[in-house]
C-alpha cells in the first residue's frame, strides 16, 4: 500500500515543479477522492490547486449532497464546469464527450496547463496504454501512436501540448483504492454501499448507470466481494459497454 | 505488499505479449468480462482472436498483430504483486520499449524457437544492462513450433549463451516454453520430457528486489514548500534518513540539522527508501531542487563531467543538449561520441555548465542519466 502511495505522492510533486497553473478533476467517485487525499498528503494538509467538478446538473443527490460536506471539510477551492445535458442520449458516448467538451472550456478559460486525473490501468485496456504525464495537443486530442517517452522519473516538456494529463493513480487497481480508503479513513460516497441488494460500483450520472447486484454494505464487504468479481468495473457503464473500442475513441477526443 | 515490476523484451513477433497473456490467464488474473467483451470485438472486425489481444488493446494493435506502446498487468500472489510489463518490439517503437522497461527489476528475454536470435534480441540485451537490469531469464518461446524437440532448444541456447555473457549477463536460466499451449510456463509440459528444469512461472514468483533501505543515505530534493517554516520536500532514494541527524548537501556542501520530518499532518523520526517527506532544518538555507542530501562523511559524487555507457533513441542535432540525472538538470556538451548513431549504444563523455550529483553505484535515479533536445528525451545512459 505504502509504495503505491508514495509513488503518487512522487508524481503529484513532480506536477506541481513542471506546471504553472495546476488543477485536479474531482468526480466525487472514489478514485478522485483518493486523489484529493493523496493531494492533502503530499502537500502537507491542504491542497494548493484548484478541483474542477464537471457538472451536467443531472448527478445523484448523495453525489452533489457529498461534495458539498467534503468542500467545506477539506477547505477545496472548486471549479465548477458546466456541461449541457443533452436530451436525446442513447448511449453514454454523449455524455462523455459533453463533459469533454465543458472540460476543454475551463481549462482554456483558466489557463491551466497541468490536469490531474485519477484513470488506472486495471480499468481499461486502453486506458493501462497511457502514461503518467500524457501531453494533450492543441486541439486537446491524445496522439496515442505518439507518446513521450517516459523512462525512469524522467519525463519529456511538452513544449507542443495544450495541456497534460497527470495520472498519479494509474499503477493502483480497484481493489487498492478501497484498500487505501479502509486504511486511511478516506470518506466515501454512500452509493458505494448496497441498498436494497444493489450498490454501484462505478458512479455517472444516473441515466447512463446502473447499479450492480450486491449485498456489500461496508468497505470490508466491498473488498470481499472484489477479491472474487468476474465482471469488470464500468460494466454498469453505458459507455464502454457499446464496443470496445470506445473508449480509445474517446481518449483521443479528450475524454477522462 | 512487494512490488515486482517485470519486462518481456526481444524482437517482434517472438511472443512477448502472448506470453504474458498466457501467465495472466494461467493464473486466472484475467476477468472473464473482459475476455468476453475482446471476443466480441475481434469478431466484429472479423478477426481471430489471439491471447495477445490482452495486453494489445488499440484497435490498431490488434488489426496489425503487433504491440505498438508499453503495457502493465498484474499478476497477485501471495504478498507479491508481479507487474508484467509488456513492450514493443519493432525498431521504430524503441522508445516506448525503454518507457516500459526503465521501470523493471528483472526481465525476461524473449526468443522465438523458429526464428531464433534476431537484431531486435540483441539490442533489447543490450538497453536492459544500460537501464541497470541485472536479474535476467530467457524463455525460448513457440517450443511447440519445432516440435518440441531438444536439439532446437539447445541450439538456441548455445548461441545465446555468450552474447549474454558479451553483454554481462552470466549464470542465466533457458526455459524452452510455449505461450499458445502454456507449455514450461505455469505447469510443466508433458510434450518436453527431456526438460527438468523449473516453469518460467517458478522464476517469476521468485525474483527478489533489492531493497534500498541498507545503502547509503540519498535524499534527493524534489521542491521548497515556503510557509512559517521552510519545508524541503523530497523522497529518500535509498538509506534512512533520521530525525535529529547532521545532514549535507551537495552542490554547495552545505550542513545542516534535521530539525523534523514532515508526513502529512503529523511528524516522524524517520524515513527509509521510498518514502517521499518534507524536512525542516535547523537553519534557514536555501535547498534547491535537485541537490541532494547524505549523511556526513558517506558522500556522493559530484561533478561536472559525466560518462558512461548510453542509448541513443534519436541522433543529436547539436552537441548542446540538456542533461538530467536525478531531479537536477544542466546544460551539456557532448564531448564524445563524435558523432550520435539513432537506435545505437556507445560509450559518451560530457561535459555540464555545472555541478550536479550522481552515483555509479546506485540502482536508483542517481545512476541514470538521460539527454533531452528541444524538450524531449533522445538518450538514455548510465554513469560509470
Known amino acids: ?256 | 505488499m512487494k512490488e515486482v515490476p517485470i519486462v518481456f523484451i526481444g524482437h517482434k513477433d517472438h511472443g512477448k505479449s502472448s506470453l504474458i497473456a498466457r501467465l495472466l490467464l494461467d493464473t486466472n488474473s484475467v476477468k472473464q468480462s473482459v475476455l468476453k467483451d475482446i471476443k466480441s470485438a475481434d469478431k466484429e472486425e472479423g478477426k481471430n482472436f489471439e491471447i495477445a489481444h490482452i495486453l494489445d488493446s488499440f484497435k490498431e494493435e490488434r488489426q496489425n498483430e503487433m504491440t505498438i506502446d508499453s503495457t502493465t498487468a498484474s499478476i497477485r500472489r501471495g504478498s507479491g504483486v508481479y507487474q508484467l510489463i509488456d513492450v514493443p518490439g519493432h525498431i521504430e517503437l524503441i522508445s516506448n520499449m525503454l518507457t516500459g522497461a526503465s521501470l523493471a527489476k528483472a526481465a525476461i528475454l524473449v526468443i522465438s524457437a523458429d526464428e531464433g536470435i534476431k537484431e531486435q534480441t540483441i539490442k533489447h540485451l543490450e538497453l536492459a544492462e544500460i537501464l541497470g537490469i541485472k536479474n535476467l531469464a530467457v524463455a525460448i518461446n513457440k517450443i511447440d513450433l519445432i516440435g518440441y524437440e531438444k536439439e532446437g532448444f539447445l541450439k538456441i541456447v548455445s548461441k545465446i549463451k555468450p552474447i549474454l555473457q558479451s553483454v554481462g549477463f552470466n549464470q542465466i536460466q533457458f526455459f524452452p516454453v510455449s505461450a499458445k499451449d502454456g507449455s514450461n510456463v505455469i505447469k510443466k509440459s508433458k510434450s518436453t520430457p527431456w526438460y527438468k528444469g523449473k516453469t518460467l512461472a517458478d522464476f517469476i514468483f521468485n525474483v527478489k528486489v533489492k531493497n534500498l533501505k541498507n545503502e547509503k543515505m540519498r535524499f534527493l530534493v524534489q521542491d521548497r514548500f515556503a510557509g512559517p517554516e521552510n519545508i524541503i520536500v523530497g523522497r529518500v532514494e535509498s538509506g534512512t534518513i533520521k530525525k535529529g541527524q547532521e545532514i549535507c548537501f551537495f552542490p554547495g556542501n552545505i550542513k545542516a540539522k534535521i530539525k523534523f520530518i514532515k508526513d502529512f499532518e503529523k511528524e516522524i523520526k524517520k524515513a527509509s527508501a521510498g518514502q517521499g517527506i518534507g524536512i525542516v532544518l535547523d537553519k534557514d538555507i536555501i535547498i534547491e531542487r535537485g541537490s541532494v542530501g547524505f549523511e556526513k562523511g558517506v558522500r556522493p559524487t559530484t561533478g561536472k563531467i559525466l560518462k558512461g555507457k548510453i542509448f541513443w533513441i534519436d541522433s543529436a542535432k547539436s552537441r548542446k543538449l540538456i542533461c538530467e540525472c536525478g531531479n537536477a538538470a544542466a546544460q551539456g556538451t557532448i564531448l564524445s561520441p563524435k558523432k550520435p548513431i539513432a537506435s545505437a549504444k556507445s560509450l559518451y563523455k560530457i561535459s555540464l555548465d555545472k555541478c550536479i550529483v550522481y552515483d555509479p553505484e546506485s540502482s536508483g535515479s542517481l545512476g541514470k542519466i538521460v539527454l533531452k533536445e528541444d524538450g524531449k528525451i533522445i538518450a538514455v545512459g548510465n554513469t560509470l
Not at chain 1, 506546471?19 to 485536479?24: G, I, P, R, Y
Not at chain 1, 507542443?160 to 466515501?188: F, M, Q
Open chain 1, 1 to 256: 500500500m505504502e509504495s503505491l502511495e508514495q509513488k503518487s505522492i512522487y508524481v503529484l510533486r513532480e506536477a506541481k515543479v513542471k506546471f504553472k497553473n495546476l488543477a485536479v478533476l474531482w468526480s466525487m467517485g472514489k478514485d478522485s477522492t483518493t486523489m484529493l487525499y493523496l493531494c492533502r498528503k503530499a502537500f502537507f494538509g491542504k491542497i494548493p490547486f484548484p478541483a474542477i467538478y464537471i457538472d451536467n446538473g443531472a448527478d445523484f443527490k448523495e453525489t452533489y449532497n457529498f461534495r458539498d460536506k467534503l468542500v467545506k471539510e477539506w477547505q477545496i477551492q472548486l471549479i465548477t464546469a458546466k456541461a449541457e445535458l443533452k436530451k436525446d442520449i442513447i448511449s453514454g458516448t454523449a455524455e462523455g464527450l459533453n463533459k469533454a467538451e465543458a472540460l476543454q472550456r475551463v481549462l482554456e478559460e483558466k489557463k491551466f496547463d497541468g490536469l490531474i486525473v485519477s484513470i488506472r490501468r486495471d480499468e481499461h485496456g486502453i486506458r493501462a496504454k497511457e502514461r503518467y504525464f500524457s501531453p494533450r495537443d492543441k486541439k486537446f486530442k491524445w496522439d496515442f501512436k505518439n507518446q513521450p517517452a517516459e523512462i525512469f522519473n524522467y519525463v519529456s516538456d511538452f513544449k507542443e501540448a495544450s495541456h497534460v494529463r497527470v495520472h498519479p493513480i494509474l499503477h493502483w487497481s480497484e481493489i487498492d483504492i478501497w484498500r487505501y480508503t479502509k486504511e486511511k479513513n478516506v470518506p466515501v460516497n454512500e452509493l458505494y454501499f448496497s441498498k436494497n441488494g444493489k450498490r454501484y460500483r462505478s458512479i455517472g450520472y444516473p441515466e447512463s448507470t446502473v447499479p450492480v447486484n450486491s449485498e456489500a454494505k461496508n468497505l470490508d464487504e466491498i473488498i470481499k466481494e472484489l477479491e472474487t468479481t468476474q465482471t469488470t468495473e464500468r460494466s454498469g457503464r453505458s459507455q464502454d459497454k457499446e464496443k470496445e473500442y470506445v473508449m480509445q475513441k474517446l481518449r483521443e477526443m479528450g475524454y477522462m
